[in-house]
């Protein structure tokens, strides 16, 4: 018997490990989304701070987010296990992580904190292209805590919404609700870009530089994702069922291929084109919504779930537009937007029998007539965006007020890329790289290299001896 228990031990730190690390890979389908969605001249800058913003999510969570998280403590906040020690990082099943059952306190840990690093990735979808590089720092710090106390309220035994029996499997609420909600506290305080809206308040379009970038990182946050909510299980053995995984990674998919042919069939008729950006909304706005359900629905429900997520990317990201707020990833409306539709529905459509075996909660609106577990969702939808916003919000502000937190107008029309970093992220379009693009041995695609003169910067005495084609 103790040798059958250790083998799950084994067997499930093992599949927890793999899939934090498919989480873990889903910031490379962020940096490639995020810039594929926004302008060349702030490729680098935006694609490198998921880099910078993990690394410091990181450290914030081992030293003190995973303690107030997990660890053990009141129904608002963990108040034990703050720089875990060694021995609490292998134990299993132990004090402060005993919620932890069937893998050690280590890959806890690694699976909660690449969760973490997620939600604050959402956070810079609506601030992009005019936030300075420091408010990553400082406001990274900020909302790590923020978010480790909420999961606190929803996934941690002692939490208070736990213990109403909120469900959210693996974090619509959670990741994606929070994350979207500090990403409108930003983009409001820092206004839309420059250029955005006209005089008249109408909205000029802002076109990402590179369509495919932002497809490929759907696809590996899609990718991704196999991990994101099949990991939650944190064991093999999940709900009595030995590899329930597999059950809430059919889901998974399902919603999210629902929503992209929602997402590009509403566009179509909308706008009167089928819009690949809108295509691939639909799809990540299925997986944030499907995220809180994956575990507690049918696969029918999960079609249904991803349906009205695709329908949600397209007016969402328009009625986001609409009312004079600059979301140049469409952080509001796939996150925020979707992360209230998916716990909304995880109230309507949850099985009793699935609610049962994961002990948390009860059966949805369409399956026992009780409006019960959809109350819980909302109240749970309410105090989070109370608390989150607000002190996001709060946070913010004084940062503002105290230092600016967004990039000077000349700055930001000169890009983050060179202003930021000192270099652009794709420095062949701007000056002149012996070799180069635009340069002598790129003379047979008969294109000139102009942009240095367009920019002020004085080209280098080889080009001006030896002009490329005009």
């Not at 810039?35 to 450290?59: D, P, W, Y």
């Not at 909660?112 to 400082?138: P, T």
């Not at 691939?280 to 944030?288: E, S």
């Not at 695709?310 to 969402?316: D, K, L, Y």
Request: with cysteine.
């Amino acid at each position: 018997m103790r040798d059958a228990h250790n083998l799950l031990i084994a067997a499930s730190t093992i599949w927890v490990i793999v899939t934090a690390i498919l989480v873990m890979f889903m910031q490379a389908g962020f940096a490639f989304l995020e810039a594929g969605l926004t302008r060349m001249k702030n490729a680098g800058h935006i694609a490198g701070k998921n880099v910078l913003v993990f690394g410091i999510c990181s450290l914030v969570y081992w030293a003190i987010g995973f303690a107030i998280a997990f660890g053990d403590g009141n129904a608002l906040v963990g108040t034990d296990g703050f720089f875990p020690s060694v021995g609490s990082m292998l134990s299993v099943g132990a004090k402060p992580w005993d919620w932890f059952a069937e893998i050690p306190g280590a890959a806890g840990y690694l699976f909660e904190v690449v969760f973490a690093g997620v939600s604050l990735a959402i956070v810079w979808g609506a601030m992009a292209e005019r936030a300075k590089l420091w408010v990553y720092v400082v406001f990274g710090v900020y909302f790590t805590v923020v978010y480790s106390i909420v999961s606190h309220w929803i996934w941690s035994p002692h939490g208070w919404l736990f213990a109403r029996g909120m469900q959210d499997f693996a974090g619509s609420t959670v990741v994606h609700y929070q994350g979207a909600l500090a990403a409108l506290a930003g983009a409001i305080i820092l206004g839309p870009r420059i250029g955005k809206f006209g005089s008249d308040g109408r909205a000029n379009p802002i076109p990402g530089h590179n369509i495919p970038y932002a497809v490929l990182g759907t696809l590996i946050l899609w990718f991704g994702w196999f991990g994101f909510n099949p990991g939650s299980t944190l064991s093999v053995h999940t709900g009595g069922f030995f590899g329930y995984f597999a059950y809430v990674a059919i889901t998974t998919n399902v919603a999210a291929a629902a929503g992209a042919l929602a997402g590009i069939g509403v566009a179509w008729l909308k706008m009167g084109k089928p819009d690949i950006s809108m295509m691939l909304n639909g799809a990540l706005g299925a997986l944030v919504a499907i995220t809180a359900a994956s575990g507690f629905v049918a696969p029918w429900a999960a079609v249904v779930i991803g349906l009205g997520s695709g329908v949600i990317a397209v007016f969402g990201v328009i009625l986001v537009e609409r009312i004079g707020i600059d979301d140049p990833i469409g952080a509001v409306a796939v996150h925020g937007m979707s992360g209230v539709w998916g716990t909304l529905a995880t109230g309507l459509f949850a099985v009793p029998m699935l609610a049962k075996n994961l002990a948390t909660g009860s059966g949805g609106l369409v399956y026992t007539g009780s409006f019960h577990q959809l109350g819980v969702q909302a109240l749970g939808l309410v105090a989070v965006g109370a608390f989150t916003f607000a002190s996001s919000f709060g946070c913010l502000w004084v940062l503002h007020r105290l230092w600016g937190i967004r990039a000077a107008a000349e700055v930001e029309t000169a890009g983050l890329d060179v202003s930021e970093h000192g270099m652009w992220g794709y420095p062949e379009f701007y000056i002149p790289v012996p070799g180069g693009y635009g340069t002598e041995s790129h003379g047979h695609l008969g294109l000139a290299h102009g942009h240095h003169r367009l920019h002020g910067h004085r080209p280098a005495p080889e080009a001006e001896a030896k002009p490329s084609p005009a």
